[in-house]
């Protein structure tokens, strides 16, 4: 599973930050002694407000959840069959496209995007990771065992090979 880099989840764990720091307010808030600016504030204000602080605490951790689990349903997944791109197209509605390798004619790799361009004449464009090489370099060895024609990409000769087991030479 390639999941989307981080850049793009800032601002979900951002105003997931922003969240507990308001859980966190309000809990000392309460706990605070008498007379403090956060105790009249959190408790004493709470009574003239539409909604209160713990509601308010509350729907904010909600919203920030729920935009963190959105930003992690976004990704590029590869099968032994294919490719599943997952993409968020309405609110928590995802879209998953899934290309099957023998679809496949072309897989485009010196975009700046992967993308695959499938036997009827499209163009299918995968949404952007956070680890490409990683990427580039798994769809290029399916490729090759695949037999399917690459644009772009490293060759296989300087693909990594991955570590061996220790236990295995043995």
Same mark, same amino acid.
């Given at each position: $599973?390639?999941?989307?880099?981080?850049?793009?989840?800032?601002?979900?764990? !951002?105003?997931?930050?922003?969240?507990v720091?308001? +859980?966190?307010?309000v809990?000392?808030? @309460?706990?605070? %002694?008498?007379?403090?600016?956060?105790?009249?504030?959190?408790?004493? *204000?709470?009574?003239?407000?539409?909604?209160?602080?713990? %509601?308010? &605490?509350?729907?904010?951790? +909600? =919203? &920030?959840?729920?935009?963190v689990?959105?930003?992690?349903?976004?990704?590029?997944?590869?099968? =032994?069959?294919?490719? @599943?791109?997952?993409?968020?197209t309405?609110?928590? $509605? #995802?879209?998953?496209?899934?290309?099957?390798? #023998? *679809?496949?004619? !072309?897989?485009?790799?010196?975009?700046?995007? $992967? %993308?695959?361009?499938?036997?009827?004449?499209?163009?299918?464009?995968?949404? &952007?990771?956070?680890?490409?090489?990683?990427?580039?370099?798994?769809?290029?060895?399916? &490729? %090759?065992?695949?037999?399917?024609?690459?644009?772009? =990409?490293?060759?296989?000769? @300087?693909?990594?090979?991955?570590?061996?087991?220790?236990?295995? =030479?043995?």
């Amino acid at each position: $599973v390639y999941s989307v880099p981080w850049r793009e989840r800032l601002l979900s764990l !951002l105003y997931l930050a922003a969240a507990v720091t308001t +859980i966190v307010l309000v809990v000392v808030g @309460e706990h605070s %002694a008498p007379g403090s600016w956060l105790y009249e504030y959190v408790v004493v *204000q709470d009574r003239g407000r539409l909604l209160g602080s713990r %509601a308010f &605490a509350t729907v904010l951790t +909600i =919203g &920030a959840i729920a935009s963190v689990l959105r930003g992690s349903m976004r990704g590029v997944r590869i099968f =032994g069959d294919g490719v @599943e791109a997952r993409e968020i197209t309405q609110l928590f $509605v #995802p879209r998953v496209r899934r290309y099957r390798w #023998p *679809q496949m004619a !072309l897989i485009v790799l010196d975009q700046p995007h $992967v %993308a695959v361009e499938l036997w009827d004449g499209q163009r299918a464009v995968l949404p &952007a990771v956070g680890d490409r090489e990683g990427l580039v370099a798994a769809l290029e060895r399916v &490729a %090759a065992a695949r037999d399917i024609p690459v644009q772009g =990409g490293r060759g296989l000769d @300087e693909i990594p090979e991955p570590p061996a087991d220790e236990g295995e =030479g043995a």
